[in-house]
């Protein structure tokens, strides 16, 4: 295996020029696979054997596809199931920790950085609220410069007071938090904010969407609106939007809203009638079958990370307000870049260590309330795919070997 990576690289090197590297891969890896085929074919579980496998075979990005910078913690909203805001937290969030943001210095040597690097994606997301940043449209327009790195922004739209400048820079989605369908089922999941708000969200989706820039609503389901998810679908099909959901974890303190077993389970067998609903209201993009997934953890808020084992780590980082970076969405620290650059803590000893550790299978506590859980099935699946026999017993021919798409 280590002479097919010397051949490989030798192949990107020096033969680029006359032919396309993916194709030369492609043709390779059919060949090598050829006589190996049957032992690849007998594995089922992916961790650990496949994943080390599937990872020498196809070139890991030399950076994450994605990277995830928190700009700010406070927020002018306190969703009722929120790890930072919920008015229910048994121990509520520090003034000194809500207060805080991303410097802005940093961040726009971290876009610079990133962008060279050659990252495909940047979110600009955070404990709170982006749009409370002070310099968030200074951000926007920094990273909207390198065209070749999409800038997705997470936002509950409410605190945007100027939607036309995304409009003009181009973003390349916005991840809207959207967890009602009425005034006054928004109001239940936003304690203290007016019903009013609601109609102010849907006027500025509908505006963003005529200007032509994508849009995803992102829900997190709980005891509160489990049984609305017709109704957004209904909605995501009006305002012409891919949606989202996913399994609202809980903090100590939340776990009122929660989903119980039962509910769990009647949402469960509901997955394929939502998914018929959706193809049938031309809303292409959801993920019910991952929420279905989901819905089957062992616990009342647990995924079946253990499952389909972690990935995130080969594909996605976490940088938080104060420069630290993490290895997910959980609190895992892997570094900081206040005092390194980013791709000395990626390709880092503590990083590599901790995929090591996953990929066999040794999961943290906090894995089991997995934030990434849409990223990791997906490259589970992709593995699947990848190694799944057809029925003359030989791999499939696949178009490329440049890894999932997230």
């Not at 280590?2 to 006359?18: G, Y």
């Not at 239940?188 to 969407?209: C, N, Q, W, Y």
């Not at 780590?313 to 630290?324: F, H, L, V």
Request: net charge positive.
């Amino acid at each position: 295996m280590k002479i097919f990576h010397i051949l490989l690289d030798w192949i990107a090197r020096n033969l680029s020029h006359i032919f396309c590297k993916e194709i030369f891969q492609h043709r390779l890896i059919l060949f090598f696979k050829s006589g190996n085929n049957t032992m690849i074919a007998k594995q089922e579980n992916p961790q650990p054997q496949l994943v080390h496998r599937y990872h020498r075979i196809t070139p890991l990005p030399s950076v994450p596809q994605v990277v995830h910078m928190d700009l700010v913690n406070a927020c002018n909203l306190a969703c009722i199931s929120c790890w930072n805001h919920s008015p229910l937290l048994a121990a509520p969030k520090s003034r000194n920790w809500k207060l805080a943001k991303m410097d802005t210095e940093l961040a726009i040597r971290l876009i610079h950085e990133l962008a060279k690097l050659g990252a495909e994606k940047l979110i600009f997301s955070g404990g709170g609220e982006i749009f409370l940043h002070p310099d968030i449209y200074t951000l926007i327009l920094k990273a909207t410069l390198y065209p070749k790195m999409k800038l997705t922004l997470m936002t509950n739209l409410l605190a945007c007071s100027d939607p036309d400048f995304l409009i003009q820079r181009r973003v390349s989605s916005i991840l809207v938090n959207f967890h009602a369908t009425n005034r006054k089922s928004y109001a239940a999941f936003h304690p203290g904010t007016p019903e009013k708000k609601f109609d102010e969200l849907l006027e500025k989706i509908d505006h963003l969407r005529k200007g032509g820039l994508a849009i995803k609503l992102v829900s997190a389901v709980n005891a509160i609106n489990f049984e609305e998810l017709p109704k957004m679908l209904e909605l995501a099909s009006h305002l012409d939007c891919n949606i989202q959901f996913k399994l609202a974890s809980v903090a100590p303190g939340t776990e009122v809203t929660m989903l119980t077993k039962e509910q769990k389970k009647w949402l469960w067998k509901q997955i394929p009638s939502l998914r018929k609903q959706a193809k049938l209201l031309g809303v292409h993009k959801t993920n019910l079958e991952v929420l279905g997934q989901q819905l089957q953890g062992g616990k009342e808020h647990n995924f079946p990370i253990r499952e389909i084992g972690c990935y995130a780590g080969y594909y996605y980082s976490r940088i938080q307000t104060d420069a630290t970076v993490h290895y997910c969405c959980k609190s895992i620290p892997v570094g900081n870049c206040a005092s390194s650059s980013f791709m000395e803590i990626w390709q880092g000893e503590r990083y590599e260590s901790i995929r090591r550790s996953l990929e066999k299978g040794k999961f943290f506590p906090v894995c089991d309330s997995c934030g990434k859980y849409d990223l990791n099935y997906t490259v589970y699946k992709t593995i699947q795919h990848f190694f799944s026999p057809t029925q003359d017993g030989h791999s499939p021919e696949k178009t490329s070997t440049a890894g999932p798409t997230l």
